[in-house]
């Protein structure tokens, strides 16, 4: 299983939540964290796309061991 983090390099330019709020969410600070964990395979793609053109190389797919 694949999971989506959000590093603290985030700058909040707020990208991946205008484009993709399945996943993203604003914190209280305003920089972006994961409102969903588990991603979707049919949103691997676009996913990716973000991880290649967020500014802060912030967004990261972890491969999860599973139990
Ligand atoms: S695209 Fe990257 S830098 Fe911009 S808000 Fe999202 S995680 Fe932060």
Not at 20 to 43: A, L, T, W
Request: proline share 1%.
């Amino acid at each position: 299983m694949e999971k989506l983090k959000v590093k603290d390099t985030c700058i909040g330019c707020g990208l991946c939540v205008a484009q993709f709020d399945k996943y993203f969410e604003f914190n209280d600070e305003g920089f972006s964290q994961v409102k969903q964990e588990v991603i979707d395979e049919n949103d691997k793609n676009e996913l990716l796309g973000l991880v290649e053109s967020c500014p802060g190389e912030a967004i990261v797919i972890e491969e999860e061991k599973e139990a």
